[in-house]
């Protein structure tokens, strides 16, 4: 058994995730502007995935620029103690400008505050459903993140 807050293994699983048809749908669901900054709104969601006989509890994470404009969304839900993935969207437009970096950089810190221990990579994202370039970003993000906790 191998430490998650120490190792990262790249995980392999990948398809094109449609939780929502577009960045306009997610836009229309939790606002195509808003305040500045990171917010957070909990929702019902009803998805068999998660669970076929009930409605999940999801956090949608939302950050804005100045002006108010959805950049990112993230969302995750608690399945069994374990913090699971949901969604990750970075604005089309905007990506690979270090939003997403930025938005789970928060998740982190706000999981830190909250459990007093770091986010298990392995045990929380290893094995989810992504798009291709959502799986690059993990284990990207998983592999630096978890090089500063050695530092």
Known sequence: ????????????????????????????????????????????????????????????????????????????YNKNGVHKPYIFYVHPDHMRMGIGTKMIDFVQTQFFETHGEYLKFEESWNGIVVSDIGLEFMNKYASNALEKRKE
């Open 1 to 76: 058994m191998t430490d998650a807050n120490e190792t990262w293994q790249e995980t392999v699983r990948a398809k094109e995730v449609d939780h929502f048809a577009d960045w306009s749908t997610l836009e229309n669901m939790l606002g195509e502007f808003g305040e500045p900054g990171f917010s957070q709104v909990v929702l019902g969601i009803s998805n068999a995935e998660l669970d076929a006989d009930y409605v999940v509890m999801v956090t949608f994470t939302s950050y804005r620029n100045e002006d108010g404009k959805l950049l990112s969304a993230q969302a995750f």
